[in-house]
């Protein structure tokens, strides 16, 4: 990116990289994302051209902006850019996902707000929902989160570390809400740091979701701990009530 407010872009066409051209990261609601960039994702959406970036940036203060926009294909849509939110947990970890609804089409983005997970929904008719908060994790906040999404249906699983601990917890969202029932967390896990990730999900077939992250349990002589592992089948099942008891 260029200082300040641009992100830069290349388009390949199959044959050749086009010149390089700039996005303003400014809203509908003409809030400015104005400081050095520290994260950028692209989410694809699969079988379609839609692609939605989210990038993340610094602050001196600790808090830092998360700005959101979805490419349709010929180019980005600003009418939809939002700034997700100016107040999000952490600059150096990557604590933010998107996912999308296989189904339907729409959206989730998930981040981390001071001691908050938090959701937006998207839609590419009708844009961003509100910002609603779905659990709370603790004052220092959420260190890194993932998601995937089914092949065949509208779940998304979700796999987050919180900094406190650190500590994992795992819940999934049906298509049109976050599930209740998820697995107790593990509550002293191996750190992830922020050139490295060791949370992880994906989805076995069209109904049963593997869910992977570093435990710190014994045996000690481990210097890493070691994985665990646990599933999570359709429509509302998980193979276990306790993280501290996957494999």
Same mark, same amino acid.
């Given at each position: 990116?260029?200082?300040?407010?641009?992100? @830069?872009?290349?388009?390949?066409?199959?044959?050749?990289?086009?010149?390089?051209?700039?996005?303003?990261?400014?809203?509908?609601?003409?809030?400015?994302?104005?400081?050095?960039?520290?994260?950028?994702?692209?989410?694809? @959406?699969?079988?379609?051209?839609? !692609?939605?970036? !989210?990038?993340?940036?610094?602050?001196?203060?600790?808090?830092?902006?998360?700005?959101?926009?979805?490419?349709?294909g010929d180019n980005f849509n600003m009418a939809?850019?939002?700034?997700?939110?100016?107040?999000?947990t952490s600059d150096i970890q990557q604590h933010?996902?998107? *996912?999308?609804?296989?189904?339907? *089409?729409?959206?989730?983005?998930?981040?981390?707000?001071? *001691?908050?997970?938090?959701?937006?929904?998207?839609?590419?008719?009708?844009?961003?929902?509100?910002?609603?908060?779905?659990?709370?994790?603790?004052?220092?906040?959420?260190?890194?989160?993932?998601?995937?999404?089914?092949?065949?249906?509208?779940?998304?699983?979700?796999?987050?570390?919180?900094?406190?601990?650190? @500590?994992?917890?795992?819940?999934?969202?049906?298509?049109? @809400?976050i599930m209740n029932n998820s697995p107790l967390?593990?509550?002293?896990?191996?750190?992830?740091?922020?050139?490295?990730?060791? !949370?992880?999900?994906?989805?076995?077939?069209?109904?049963?979701?593997?869910?992977?992250?570093?435990?710190?349990?014994?045996?000690?002589?481990?210097?890493?701990?070691?994985?665990?592992?646990?599933?999570?089948?359709?429509?509302?099942?998980?193979?276990?009530?306790?993280?501290?008891?996957?494999?």
């Amino acid at each position: 990116s260029t200082s300040d407010s641009y992100l @830069q872009y290349v388009l390949w066409n199959g044959s050749r990289f086009s010149a390089f051209q700039n996005i303003t990261l400014t809203d509908s609601a003409l809030s400015r994302f104005n400081t050095n960039m520290r994260f950028t994702k692209l989410f694809p @959406q699969p079988k379609t051209d839609n !692609i939605m970036l !989210i990038t993340h940036n610094g602050s001196s203060t600790g808090l830092s902006a998360l700005f959101a926009v979805t490419w349709t294909g010929d180019n980005f849509n600003m009418a939809h850019a939002l700034m997700l939110t100016n107040f999000s947990t952490s600059d150096i970890q990557q604590h933010f996902a998107f *996912g999308w609804e296989s189904v339907s *089409g729409e959206g989730v983005a998930f981040y981390g707000t001071r *001691g908050n997970v938090t959701i937006r929904t998207y839609s590419s008719s009708a844009g961003w929902g509100d910002e609603t908060v779905i659990t709370r994790v603790s004052s220092s906040g959420l260190d890194q989160l993932r998601l995937c999404s089914a092949p065949d249906s509208d779940y998304i699983g979700v796999i987050f570390e919180t900094a406190s601990g650190p @500590q994992v917890n795992v819940t999934m969202w049906n298509g049109s @809400q976050i599930m209740n029932n998820s697995p107790l967390a593990d509550l002293v896990t191996v750190v992830g740091g922020s050139a490295t990730v060791n !949370i992880a999900c994906d989805w076995i077939n069209s109904t049963t979701a593997l869910f992977t992250y570093t435990d710190l349990r014994s045996p000690t002589t481990l210097p890493n701990g070691y994985m665990n592992y646990f599933t999570f089948a359709l429509p509302n099942n998980w193979n276990t009530t306790s993280m501290n008891d996957s494999s």
